[in-house]
């Protein structure tokens, strides 16, 4: 078995490995108030390393996010899209691992297939880290965590909703329900549901609902995603059944006193959510979206064995 820190499944992950990134996360961001976004950090824990960056979809915030993350930690980025490697003329995702272990010292993939990734991983020599697949996106649920513990305290026992799409982000809140201890309210519709072996998994810290009033009872916080993802080719079905999912002022009044909304971004305005929530003081995006440098790192700083 590999000895390898790979971040690819939360679910396999240990609770206090994910625990120690996240508090990591907390501890590095908090000592560079007032510093510049490219000043590194003091234990430079990325000096001397390569991250290599893969991207088969689209993406700004995970791409400028893991550059600004690797050069804070001391180290670089290489960046391609995977259509631009050999990758896209049909080199083999087992040979590319084994050629990239030999020029950096992670990679990043976002790939449409999540399987790629795992398969990745199995050839590559140094970690892999998953940018976002068809099934999860696990940098963005550590990024979640760091901002609700930021305006909301420590997440465990808390009260999470989930409206609208059971998409990848969603199954990935699972997989974080039962590593972070916290109740995950999900509303959507039944012929969108989330995964089923992640359901399973988080069985325990778990709610499934088609009436989005009924999950964001007692929630300190909502989250929301686009209803069509990277990928989707049912578009215009998926308009029509989420309808009723929309994240409004009058659905955030329904949650506990005081909570946010989040969403990870690009938001689709006037659908999944009302520019009065995205803009609104209850709205914690524009810190989410930071967040992404500060988890990512914390990440890296793991897998390179810095922490933990
Ligand atoms: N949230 C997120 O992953 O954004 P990008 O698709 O822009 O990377
Ligand atoms: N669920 C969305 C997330 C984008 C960051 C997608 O996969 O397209």
New binding site residues.
Partial sequence: MSQLRHFIDLWKLEPEVLRTILDDAHTRKASRKGWTTGMVDHDAPGKGRRLAMIFE?H?T??RFSFDAGMTQLGGSTLISTASDMQLGRGETIEDTARVLSRMVDAVMIRANNHEDVQRFAQYSSVPVVNG?T?KS?PC?IMADLLTFEEHLGRVEGQTIAWIG?G???CSTFIQAAAKFRFKLQIACPPQYHPDIHDLARGAEWVTMTDDPVAAVAGAQCVVS??W?????TDGEARLDAFEAYQVDDALMDKAAPGAKFMH???AHRGEEVTDEVLDGPRSLVWDEAENRIHAQKSILAWCFGAIG
């Fill in positions: 979809k993406s915030r995970t976002l068809d996106h963005q799409d998409n990848n982000v995603d686009t069509v993802s990277m990928g989707d990870c971004l690009p």
